[in-house]
């Protein structure tokens, strides 16, 4: 692996910025201290966590005692989900919830709603997302129901990026919600964060999960924003941490370059504008270059650094492997890639055939990405497409 | 994931291509995961003297497929009609547990062509 890769899978996971690995550092092996002790070591620790907590709080425009610090983005959405379902079954045992959510969220969200609907522990809608990947938020109000206790909408797709109408649904709950609060809005804004604006007073959101991996911070950490009066209970027990809502000694290193990394996420305009350029190039050429490829959502709807496109009679875990082999990192919405042998549920949500979503490939785009690099992905995946199809031969 | 031999058919394939003068060709393919694959034969006296392939499809299925064609060449029908998916896994040092499906594809595949050229020359 000495040869410099191309990695266009920022959607997947993001390398740890330079600058956040040198914040994290010193809370391995030399700032080690436990938070909750009396000692010199300990509160030094103590300030530089609640140092972090004012800067997550500060990007997302909240109080930093409204910050969760979780494992990652997966905890965030269980926690947010299943902490607010839990909560209201204690305080209402003769009510069944009911939840929304979208038809394309990431597992993290999906599977726990389609488990608690399995349970019987809730009712569940799914609203179904346009060809481009994106829900109505009329819909939103249309399913309310007097027992709606949650509406849990992805800021932004991490398969095709496509960009939920967050602000209006926020509007809506807004004037929707009872006395009690309910219904709460959680935002899944893992993918987003990058690129757009978090500020959870503009969003209206009561919760909003962040993850560190997918802005240049370190994996295995996670945050939930939880509006100061949101009902939710814990799912795991311990030694207080985190408000009692999630305990567990806290992973400095981690939470520190999570703030690290949300800290150097400032000023989105210019460097959006800049990613997408590069992606249009890669997709106008592509289409120019290459017969028979399909664009998945739309683009100009979407984060902008993600192009997922289909090239038929291709099937994509080949063409990663291909693009692999020529130092070039994708990844596909195949069935054949997938543990579960199923083709992605976002990318049949949004109308394409098992046979289509079988040929999609994601490309990514990150911080680092140049002309260049795109330019060498455009002369290697004519040749590789072309290779595949003569595999594909008359199918 | 995959094994060298795995990689190795998958860059190079085998018996690549359709036969001009096929005596049978049979399409097989997987509505869930959308891999489709063709093997067409030559047969010469109960015997495969020529085949070929094509497909679309992942790794493993252009793995196998291309295994399965080597496998399958200068045998008789009975003889090749006996191939099993364990055999071209075998051949190609293992394959992940979860791309059984595809790889059976090619033993399908195979089984049908044989079974449509038995049929033809019936009657």
Redesign the interface.
């Known amino acids: 692996m000495s040869k410099k890769i191309i990695y266009l899978d920022h959607a997947a996971t993001t390398p740890v910025d330079e600058v956040v690995f040198q914040k994290m550092k010193p809370f391995f092996s030399r700032q080690y201290g436990n938070p909750s002790g009396l000692y010199a070591l300990a509160s030094e620790a103590e300030k530089a966590l609640s140092k972090a907590r004012q800067h997550v709080a500060q990007f997302l425009g909240c109080q930093p005692a409204e910050i969760y610090f979780t494992s990652g983005a997966t905890e965030s959405n269980n926690l947010a989900i299943l902490g607010l379902v839990k909560r209201f079954r204690q305080e209402n045992p003769q009510t069944k919830p009911h939840l929304i959510t979208t038809s394309i969220e990431h597992p993290s969200v999906l599977k726990v709603m389609s488990a608690l609907k399995k349970e019987g522990l809730a009712e569940v809608t799914f609203l179904k997302v346009s060809e481009e990947g994106i829900i109505d938020a009329k819909d939103v109000k249309k399913y309310l129901r007097p027992n709606t206790i949650l509406v849990s909408v992805m800021y932004a797709n991490n398969e095709i990026g496509s960009i939920q109408p967050v602000k209006e649904i926020g509007k809506i709950i807004s004037s929707n919600k009872k006395e009690s609060g309910y219904p709460f809005f959680h935002i899944d804004a893992a993918q987003a964060a990058n690129y757009l604006d978090c500020s959870v007073k503009k969003l209206n959101c009561d919760l909003l999960t962040l993850s560190g991996h997918k802005i240049y911070g370190p994996k295995g950490i996670g945050a939930l924003y939880l509006k100061e009066g949101t009902a939710l209970s814990p799912l795991v027990y311990g030694g207080g941490q985190e408000q009692n809502i999630r305990p567990g000694t806290e992973n400095l290193a981690a939470i520190v370059g999570l703030a690290a990394a949300v800290v150097k996420l400032k000023s989105p305009k210019a460097k959006n504008k800049q990613i997408a350029k590069l992606r249009d190039r890669l997709i106008d050429k592509t289409l120019k270059l290459i017969d028979e490829v399909k664009v998945n959502g739309n683009p100009q709807k979407s984060l902008p650094h993600i192009a997922n496109l289909s090239f038929r ?6 063409l990663v ?1 291909e693009l692999s ?1 020529k130092g070039i990192a994708v990844s596909t919405g ?4 997938s ?1 579960s ?3 992605s549920p976002v990318l049949t949500a949004i109308g394409l055939s ?2 289509a ?3 999609s490939v994601r490309f990514s785009l990150g911080r680092t990405t140049s002309k260049a690099e795109i330019d060498y992905l455009l002369k290697v995946l004519p040749k590789v497409v072309q290779r595949l199809r ?6 | 994931m995959y094994t060298k031999e795995v990689i190795k058919h998958f860059r190079r394939p085998k018996n690549l291509g359709p036969l001009k003068n096929a005596d049978v060709c049979a399409q097989v393919g997987n509505p869930i995961c959308g891999d489709v694959l063709k093997i067409y034969l030559k047969v010469i006296n109960n015997k495969i003297t020529q085949i070929g392939f094509e497909t679309i499809g992942c790794v493993a299925a252009i793995a196998t497929s291309s295994m399965i064609t080597e496998l399958a060449k200068g045998k008789t029908l009975t003889q090749a009609k006996k191939i099993t998916f364990q055999d071209i896994a075998k051949q190609l040092g293992g394959l992940p547990k979860v791309k059984m499906h595809c790889s059976q594809l090619a033993v399908q595949a195979l089984q049908q062509a044989i079974k449509i050229y038995e049929q033809k020359n019936k009657s």
């Open positions: 009679r291709v099937e994509g875990e080949s492997f082999d195949s069935a054949c890639a543990k042998l199923k083709p098992p046979i979503a079988h040929s003569t595999i594909a031969g008359t199918n």
